[in-house]
């Protein structure tokens, strides 16, 4: 079982900034990458940023010079700075990782899986203007 919990949302003035955080625990063998998406009521989960464990970044265009996405995956953690926030950016955000997980055999080896839609359960961003 994988988990991902993320921390860090919460209610700021048009022009802050607020920093998430993402954990991911359980048998995970490595990481592949892990990012951001975002939903505001209405809309469709969208993309915000990602990241690759060699470090490769991608991120929105409505978002670019503004959100930082950087990993610490010795720590199974990911993070999105966020500055110049906008009421535009108010959404739910969602932490995915695409992941290996270890799967114990009964031989006392391990089998390793590929599982690439983890999800967190998410945490509100609400920017006022």
């Known amino acids: 079982q994988v988990q991902l919990v993320e921390s860090g949302g919460g209610l700021v003035q048009a022009g802050g900034s607020l920093r998430l955080s993402c954990v991911a625990s359980g048998s995970i063998f490595s990481i592949n990458a892990m990012g951001w998406y975002r939903q505001a009521p209405g809309n469709q989960r969208e993309l915000v940023a990602t990241?690759?464990?060699?470090?490769?970044?991608n991120y929105a265009d409505s978002v670019k010079g503004r959100f930082t996405i950087s990993r610490d995956f010795a720590k199974n953690t990911v993070y999105l700075q966020m500055n110049s926030l906008i009421p535009e950016d108010t959404a739910v955000y969602y932490c995915?990782?695409?992941?290996?997980?270890?799967?114990?055999?009964?031989?006392?080896?391990?089998?390793?899986?590929?599982?690439?839609?983890?999800w967190g359960q998410g945490t509100q961003v609400t920017v006022s203007s």
């Open positions: 990241i690759t464990s060699g470090g490769g970044t």
């Open positions: 995915n990782a695409d992941l290996h997980v270890m799967i114990p055999l009964d031989s006392g080896s391990n089998s390793y899986r590929r599982e690439s839609d983890h």
